[in-house]
C-alpha cells in the first residue's frame, strides 16, 4: 500500500463523550512517533453537550494549516455523522460507532470507506468500562493507519498515570479492543497509511496559547495579569504554572480593566509585564491602552480573537479585531500591532512583543486567534540561547536635569525606574512638557504626538517581518495576515502547481503597515488580493488607506478559517 | 534639604508644583498633614510612589517630590496594585476622591480589599464632582439638588468605611480634614499597617458642594471613644453605620494583622520553587512529544 504524506483525521462527537481527548492524545502520539502534526479543533460553548470536533493533520513535512476538508472521519454519534456526512470525498473514509450506538443504521455511501466500529457496544459490553469509548475508537484508528500503537500507549502512560495503574490499563484495554476489533472484522481498502516516523529529539509539541506564554518567558516577562476569558485563558493558564519559578508574579485581576491597569503599573515599575485576553476584554481595555500610550509604558497586550461583535461567537474563529487593535482608544494613540502565523510564530512574535514595546515605550498589541490558540502543533525546540531581548532606555544617573519626555532624535525618552536617586517624576495620562508636568498648549500637544507617533518611524526596519514569495511572471499578489497566512502559502503551492502565476507576502507587523514592503509589492503586480476571515475586509480597507494598493477584498465570515482550496480557488478565479 | 541628623519637615517632601485646588478646599489640609506623616515616618522619596486616579484630589501627586503616576479615572486602585505587585520594595500610596473611588472606580474596591493587597488608600471624600463643577457623587445626600440633579438625587449614598469592613479590610480609619493632628495620625498608621489600609477623609468642597460645608460637619464629627476596640468588627461596622443617625466619626476603626497579597504570592513562589536561576529549558522539555 502506499504511504501517504499528508492525512487529516476528524473526530467529531458530543461535547464531553472524549472527542477533545482523544484528539489531544493520537496528536501527542504521532508527534511522539516523528510526525509533523497540527490540530484543530471547535466545540461549543458550552461545557457539556453539542457537537464537539478535533481534527489532526499528519505529516513528514512541516504542516502550515488545517488543510482542506479530512480524510478520515471518525463519527461518535450520529450528529457528528450528520455534520460530516456532506463533506465526505471520493475515496475518504468513514468510521462510525455501529451497531449498539447513537448512530441509526449501516452505512453505505457511494465511493466511501465506510467502516462499523462498534465503539459503544465494545467499551460498554465487552470492556464494561462506557467511558472508555473514544479509547475504542482510537484503537481502531491506530490500527487503520498504522499510527504507532507504542507511542499512543506511551502516551496514555504519561497522562493518566498518576491516576494509577489501573486507569491506565483500561485505557490499554480499549485501544487494544479496538486495534483488535478492525484486524478481525475490517477488510482495509482505503488508500491512507502513515509511516509512523523516527523519533527526533528537537521537537516539542504545544498549543498558540501555551506558545504565547513560553514567549513571554524566553522575553523576561515578570508580571502578568489577566482576567479569563475563552479562547485566551490557557496563556494566563500556562503563566499561572510556570511564571512564580522564575519569581514573577501573576494575579486574575477583577476585570480586564484591572488586568491591563496592573501591567500598566508593574511596567511603570520597570518589570516586564502582559495580559491576555479576547474582543470583549480588549474593548475593556481600550481607555487604559491610550493610557499606556500616553505615559510611554511598554506593555504587552495578547489578543485571542474570537467571532464578534458582543459575546460574539465564543470558541469560533474569527479575525475581525483589527480594527478596533489599530484604530481603538479615544484620541490618537500610538501602538503596535503584531499578529502570528502559526504556532511557531507564537513564541518568537511574543518575544518580538516585548522587544518592540521595550525599544518604544508602548504598548504592543499580539493578534492571534481561537484556532491557533487552541490549535497544538509540532515545532522545532526553541533555543533560548538563540533569543534575542531588547531592554528598555533607562537613566541610572543623580537625575540632574532629567526630564522623563525629553525630545530626543529617536523620539524615545529614557525611562526613570522608581528608585533610581533624583529622577522621581510623574508618569500621566495629562498631556504633559518634557519634564512630565501637565502642560496644555498647542505646541506642546503637538511635539509631543510627533514624539509618540515619530518614534515609530524605524519600526518597519527594525521589524522588518514581512516576508515576500515572488513568482517570476505573476499578476497577482496575495496578501493575508495572521493564521490565514498558513493557509495562503498552502493555497500559493497549490494553485501554482495548477499552474496559476501568483506572488504573496506575508506581513508579520498589521499595525502601523509595513508601508514600504506594502507599496514595494504592489507595484509588482496588476492585481492583489486579501483574504480574510472577517466582515468589512478589514486587512483590505487599512491597506487602501495607507497605501498606493487597491485590493481586492476576500472576506468568509462563517466561524471557520480558509481552506487553502478556498483560497487556491479565489486566486484562480480572479486570474481569470 | 536637611542633613541626616536633623529631623525631616513636611516642606522636605513638598515639591514646587503649587496645588491646584480653590481657596479653601478640604484636600489643603489633607496635603500638609500628610507630608507631615510622610516626615514622621521618613519616607524614601526614590522609593516611593504616589498613585490617583483623576479628580481634584487626584492632582496630589504634582505636589510631593516622589515619583507618581496619575492615571485613569477609576483606575488608581488597580494601577497601584500592579506597580506594588512587580515592585514590592517600593512603597505605593493610592489617592483619590470619592467619585473616583467609589463610583467609577467602585468595582475594584472590594477585589484590593479581599486581597488584602499591600497599598495605603486615602480618599478625599466631598461628596460632589469638583472637577467637572458639581456633580452629585456617589456619597452625595439623597435628594441633593445639582446642575444634573435639579429635581434632587434619587439615589442613596454609599457608605465608604462599611463598604471597605465587610469586603474584609485590614485597616479602616476615618478623618476630617478640619482635624490635621487626626489626619497626619491616621495616616501615619496606615502608612506602618502591613496590607490594605484605607483612610476615608471628609475633605469639604467649598465652591461646589454647598450642603456639605465646614458648617455642617461641625456638630457631627465625633471622635471614636478611646475604649473602642479596632480589633472587634462588630463594633467597627457599628461605629461605620453611625452615619445613619447623622453622624461622621473620626478615629481608627478596625485594624488587624492578616496575611497579605504579597505574602500569598510569596507562598505561591515557594511552592513553585521560585529561582532566579530557574532553567526555562526544563518548561521546554516538558513539551517534548
Known amino acids: 500500500m502506499a504511504q501517504s504524506n499528508d492525512l487529516i483525521i476528524r473526530i467529531g462527537g458530543e461535547g464531553g463523550e472524549g472527542v477533545i481527548s482523544s484528539g489531544d492524545m493520537i496528536a501527542q502520539a504521532a508527534a511522539r512517533s516523528g510526525l509533523e502534526v497540527l490540530t484543530f479543533k471547535t466545540f461549543p460553548a458550552e461545557i457539556r453537550g453539542g457537537y464537539a470536533m478535533y481534527q489532526t493533520r499528519f505529516s513528514h513535512e512541516p504542516i502550515l494549516s488545517e488543510g482542506t476538508g479530512f480524510d478520515v472521519a471518525c463519527c461518535f454519534n450520529q450528529e457528528a455523522l450528520d455534520m460530516n456526512r456532506k463533506a465526505l470525498r471520493q475515496g475518504n473514509v468513514l468510521i462510525y460507532d455501529f451497531p449498539g450506538g447513537d448512530i441509526a443504521g449501516e452505512q453505505n455511501i457511494p465511493g466511501i470507506h465506510c467502516y462499523p466500529v462498534p465503539m459503544t457496544k465494545i467499551s460498554k459490553e465487552e470492556l464494561a468500562t462506557p467511558r472508555s469509548k473514544n479509547m475504542v475508537a482510537l484503537g481502531a484508528i491506530a490500527e487503520l493507519f498504522s499510527i504507532s500503537m507504542t507511542s499512543l500507549k506511551e502516551t496514555v502512560q504519561e497522562k493518566f498515570g498518576k491516576k494509577g495503574a489501573e486507569v491506565v490499563e483500561v485505557n490499554y484495554k480499549a485501544l487494544d479492543a479496538g486495534a483488535q476489533h478492525v484486524r478481525t472484522n475490517i477488510k482495509k481498502a482505503d488508500p491512507y497509511q502513515m509511516d509512523p516516523g523516527t523519533p527526533k529529539q528537537d521537537v516539542i509539541i504545544i498549543s498558540g496559547n501555551e506558545a504565547v506564554g513560553l514567549g513571554a518567558l524566553l522575553a523576561g516577562v515578570r508580571f502578568f495579569s489577566a482576567y479569563p476569558i475563552t479562547p485566551a485563558t490557557e496563556v494566563a493558564i500556562f503563566l499561572a504554572r510556570h511564571l512564580p519559578k522564575f519569581g514573577g508574579n501573576l494575579v486574575q485581576a477583577e476585570d480586564e480593566i484591572a488586568s491591563l491597569a496592573n501591567v500598566i503599573g508593574a511596567s511603570y515599575g520597570g518589570v516586564k509585564a502582559m495580559t491576555s485576553t479576547s474582543g470583549p476584554g480588549l474593548s475593556l481595555m481600550q481607555e487604559l491602552i491610550g493610557m499606556a500610550s500616553m505615559m510611554e ?63 518604544y515605550q508602548l504598548p504592543v498589541l499580539i493578534l492571534s486567534d481561537g484556532s491557533l490558540g487552541f490549535r497544538t502543533s509540532s515545532m522545532r525546540k526553541p533555543d533560548p540561547k538563540k533569543i534575542r531581548v531588547e531592554n528598555r532606555a533607562t537613566v541610572s544617573g543623580n537625575g540632574e536635569g532629567f526630564e522623563r519626555y525629553a525630545l530626543t532624535a529617536s523620539g524615545v525618552s529614557p525611562m526613570a525606574i522608581p528608585g533610581t536617586p533624583g529622577c522621581a517624576y510623574i508618569s500621566t495620562g495629562l498631556e504633559h512638557a518634557p519634564s512630565s508636568a501637565p502642560r496644555y498648549s498647542a505646541e506642546n500637544h503637538t511635539a509631543m504626538l510627533d514624539k509618540r507617533f515619530g518614534k ?58 509595513p508601508v514600504k514592503a506594502l507599496n514595494a509589492f504592489g507595484a509588482k503586480y496588476k492585481k492583489v488580493l486579501v483574504p480574510e476571515i472577517n466582515k468589512q475586509g478589514q486587512l483590505a480597507k487599512l491597506i487602501q488607506g495607507e497605501t498606493e494598493i487597491r485590493p481586492i477584498s476576500y472576506t468568509i465570515y462563517g466561524g471557520l478559517p480558509f481552506s487553502p482550496r478556498q483560497i487556491a480557488d479565489k486566486i484562480k478565479e480572479v486570474l481569470k | 534639604m536637611t542633613t541626616a541628623t536633623e529631623p525631616l519637615k513636611a516642606k522636605d517632601f513638598k515639591s514646587t508644583v503649587p496645588p491646584t485646588w480653590c481657596p479653601g478646599c478640604g484636600d489643603y489640609g489633607v496635603l500638609n498633614a500628610t507630608l507631615k506623616a510622610f516626615a514622621d515616618i521618613k519616607l524614601d522619596i526614590n522609593n516611593t510612589v504616589l498613585v490617583s486616579g483623576i479628580g481634584c ?3 496630589f501627586p504634582y505636589f510631593v517630590k516622589t515619583y507618581g503616576m496619575h492615571t485613569a479615572h477609576g483606575r488608581v486602585l488597580p494601577v497601584a496594585a500592579g506597580v506594588k505587585l512587580a515592585r514590592p520594595d517600593l512603597r505605593v500610596v493610592a489617592f483619590g476622591g470619592d467619585g473616583d473611588g467609589f463610583s467609577i472606580g467602585g468595582g475594584h474596591v472590594p477585589h484590593v480589599v479581599r486581597k488584602n493587597t499591600d497599598l495605603t488608600y486615602i480618599l478625599m471624600d466631598n461628596s460632589i464632582y469638583g472637577l467637572t463643577k458639581g456633580q452629585a457623587s456617589p456619597t452625595s445626600q439623597t435628594g441633593m439638588v445639582t446642575v444634573t440633579t435639579p429635581y434632587g438625587l434619587p439615589d442613596n449614598p454609599v457608605n465608604p468605611l462599611a463598604y471597605c469592613l465587610t469586603y474584609g479590610a485590614t485597616f479602616v480609619a476615618q478623618a476630617y480634614s478640619s482635624k490635621p493632628k487626626i489626619v497626619e495620625d491616621l495616616v501615619k498608621q496606615a502608612l506602618n499597617h502591613k496590607g490594605f489600609a484605607f483612610v476615608n477623609i471628609i475633605s469639604p468642597c467649598p465652591t461646589f458642594n454647598k450642603i456639605n460645608t465646614f458648617d455642617f460637619y461641625k456638630d457631627m464629627i465625633e471622635e471614636i471613644p478611646a475604649d473602642h476596640d479596632p480589633t472587634n468588627l462588630q463594633a467597627a461596622l457599628a461605629i461605620a453605620l453611625r452615619a445613619k443617625q447623622g453622624k461622621v466619626p473620626v478615629g481608627l476603626l478596625y485594624k488587624v494583622e492578616q496575611p497579605t497579597l504579597l505574602d500569598r504570592l510569596g507562598e505561591i513562589r515557594k511552592k513553585a520553587k521560585a529561582s532566579p536561576d530557574y532553567d526555562i529549558n526544563v518548561i521546554i522539555d516538558d513539551y517534548r512529544p
Open chain 1, 297 to 359: 509604558v511598554p506593555v504587552v497586550i495578547c489578543d485571542v480573537q474570537r467571532g464578534g461583535p458582543s459575546t460574539g461567537l465564543p470558541t469560533k474563529h474569527e479575525q475581525s479585531d483589527l480594527f478596533l487593535a489599530a484604530h481603538g482608544c479615544h484620541g490618537d494613540a500610538s501602538k503596535v500591532v503584531v499578529s502570528p502565523e502559526g504556532v511557531e510564530d507564537c513564541v518568537y512574535l511574543t518575544v518580538e512583543a516585548f522587544n518592540i514595546a521595550e525599544r
Open chain 1, 456 to 513: 515609530l518611524k524605524d519600526l518597519e526596519d527594525y521589524f522588518p517581518a514581512t516576508e515576500v514569495d515572488h513568482q517570476e511572471g505573476a499578476q497577482l499578489g496575495v496578501i493575508a495576515w495572521g493564521s490565514t497566512i498558513g493557509t495562503l502559502r498552502e493555497a500559493v503551492k497549490i494553485a501554482r502547481a495548477e499552474g496559476a502565476k501568483v506572488s504573496a507576502l506575508y506581513p508579520k507587523l498589521v499595525w502601523p503597515l
Open chain 2, 57 to 59: 484630589s487626584s492632582r
